[in-house]
């Protein structure tokens, strides 16, 4: 079949894509990298999902980015008329390795099998823990700001949380580490979901306090990097 | 010598080079982007009227070193702090024998630092032993992340680390500087990850760390390790420049600093030449934590500005400083943090 205009079936699925990237997050920043500006081109044509990424840097870290390209092409192939998809991330060291290894379906460890030692959960994980202490700090913040006192955050339940960006931010992270997201699940949790005594408190959510400025000033950091490396870029 | 309302702070620029990045030392296409990557913070970090273009970044001359530094910028010692990275330049991107042969010319100006690397095995600490007799080292700066060959890192807790670091304890290569950056071995490892520090910071309690850049992008994590190893520190360089372009996030990166550490183990660099110490001491004397933020990290007082500008680096390779600069205090201890000793001030 040959389309010679874009057709509006065809422009659904285009607004489609873009939902779809938006659902792929950076790990190590925690943000969709549609808002990073990680997405330098994203089209279709007869139902091929063109993607192309690029990343502040050179030499950001491959593991990161790998996760990034394979979470895109699993979003896309999860699209309503996307049939085939191309995924690639360009101006990057280890682009060929990754790119060849994502449309293969090679995983991690097939995509640099020299230097891989297993694949990406742990790291994944280790991240999704970060992202989860850094909302968590967010929404206390808010309740010590309308009055709640740092040791009666030991017995909190999510149900205390008024309806916020902070508290949807931070649901989404508990689900993603299997944690409850019942009203009565209690909100301050160890890294495992388990209960924090009242005296401990204060000290996890003072590291809570320096991982949410480290995820933040990331963020904030590679955004300026992104600007910089590629300045003509409108979105 | 930086004086200002007053005051005097002496300047000890931790982290300097004297670099190669040209087109004609690069080896391969790595080469070409490590350097544009250099670049592109330069570019994104600097105040405007200081960016360079590409050529002057790429390969800039000992004059303009010279002036920059000392000329223009207040320091008055400079560490030079190596960067091989044989494996993308043909003659090393900034060796210790490059930043030596610019020491030799400038008497009492520049201190030069060392390096190594544990997969050289034996024969490397053969010539850790001759670097550090022909340079009088007190210190050296590593590369967890650098690529050898079918490398593409190592850790500080590999077997052969230990070997170095017992050889830098006998040599007297007290300073031990560390730069955490992208690409380690195995590939599905955080790059960043700053864990082995904290390994051999307790394995090695006579040697100083000094974790460049506070570990950044994993500031938490060092923070976490640092309150709790007395002889860890945090070196500034790449944190500097967002005085500039994000001072709140620098004011929660200090104030985070001196929560965990403290005041005395915190030291200033200007990457030269990614940034240039004239304006980053300028803005960072005239800096304070943002009133709204102040209930949270308080202030960033004068005699913490002297000790983070030149006198905790001033102690760690024994220089003398002039009674005119002495801070008044000896800071508060920090959490986790050990008792300091009075700040350096030799007769």
Redo the contacts between chains.
């Keep these: 079949m040959v389309t010679t205009r874009v057709n509006s079936g065809e422009a659904e699925t285009v607004a489609q894509v873009w939902a779809a990237l938006a659902t792929v997050r950076d790990p190590e920043l925690d943000q969709p990298v549609t808002e990073l500006g990680f997405v330098a081109a994203a089209s279709v044509e007869d139902g091929t999902a063109r993607v192309r990424l690029r990343l502040p840097t050179y030499f950001c870290a491959p593991n990161f980015a790998y996760l990034m390209v394979a979470d895109a092409r699993d979003a896309l192939l999860a699209v309503l008329g996307v049939s085939h998809v191309d995924v690639r991330l360009d101006d990057h060291f280890a682009a060929e390795e990754i790119n060849q290894g994502v449309a293969e379906a090679a995983g991690f460890e097939g995509s640099f099998p020299a230097h891989a030692n297993g694949e990406l959960d742990e790291l994944r994980a280790t991240f999704r823990r970060k992202a989860h202490l850094a909302c968590l700090e967010r929404a206390c913040r808010k309740l010590i700001e309308s009055g709640w006192h740092v040791e009666e955050l030991a017995h909190v339940q999510l149900a205390d949380l008024p309806d916020s960006p902070e508290r949807a931010s931070l649901v989404r992270r508990r689900a993603e580490l299997g944690m409850s997201t019942e009203d009565d699940a209690r909100l301050f949790t160890d890294d495992g979901g388990g209960p924090v005594e009242a005296g401990q408190v204060a000290g996890r959510l003072r590291f809570a306090k320096a991982v949410r400025v480290s995820v933040d000033g990331n963020a904030a950091f590679c955004r300026g990097l992104l600007k910089t490396r590629y300045p003509e870029e409108a979105s | 010598m930086y004086t200002k309302d007053g005051e005097n702070y002496f300047i000890v620029d931790s982290h300097t080079h004297f670099w190669d990045g040209s087109p004609a030392n690069q080896a391969n296409?790595?080469g070409k982007?490590?350097i544009?990557?250099f670049y592109?913070?330069h570019?994104?970090?600097s105040p405007e009227e200081w960016v360079w273009t590409l050529e002057k970044f790429s390969k800039y001359s000992e004059r303009d070193l010279l002036h920059d530094l000392f000329e223009v910028g207040y320091v008055d010692k400079a560490i030079f702090q190596p960067t091989y990275l044989s494996d993308f330049y043909v003659n090393g991107f900034n060796t210790t024998e490059q930043d030596g042969a610019v020491a030799e010319r400038n008497p009492g100006k520049f201190i030069v630092n060392g390096a190594w690397d544990p997969r050289d095995g034996e024969a490397g600490l053969d010539k850790l032993e001759q670097l550090a007799q022909r340079w009088d080292l007190k210190g050296v700066k590593l590369y967890t992340a650098e690529w050898k060959g079918?490398s593409?890192g190592w850790k500080l807790t590999d077997p052969w680390s230990y070997r170095y670091l017992e050889k830098c304890e006998a040599l007297g290569i007290k300073n031990i500087h560390i730069h955490k950056?992208?690409?380690i071995?195995?590939?599905?490892?955080?790059?960043?990850d700053v864990a082995d520090v904290d390994d051999v910071a307790t394995a090695f309690p006579n040697l100083t760390f000094i974790v460049e850049h506070v570990g950044?992008?994993?500031?938490?994590d060092f923070?976490?390790i640092a309150t709790q190893e007395p002889n860890v520190l945090g070196g500034l360089a790449v944190v500097m420049p967002f005085i500039h372009?994000?001072p709140r996030?620098f004011a929660?990166?200090i104030g985070?600093l001196l929560?965990?550490i403290g005041e005395d183990r915190i030291t200033f660099a200007s990457d030269y030449a990614i940034w240039q110490p004239k304006w980053l001491i300028e803005k960072f004397v005239d800096f304070q934590i943002p009133e709204d933020m102040q209930s949270e990290y308080g202030e960033l007082t004068t005699d913490a500005k002297k000790k983070i500008l030149g006198l905790n680096a001033a102690k760690l390779y024994d220089l003398e400083v002039p009674a005119e600069v002495a801070a008044s205090s000896n800071g508060g201890a920090a959490v986790g943090s050990e008792p300091v000793s009075p700040a350096g001030v030799t007769a």
């Design positions: 296409r790595y982007g490590f544009e990557c592109d913070y570019r994104n970090l079918d593409k950056g992208p690409t071995y195995p590939l599905n490892r955080d790059a960043f950044l992008p994993r500031l938490e923070c976490w372009s994000r996030y929660q990166v985070e929560y965990w």
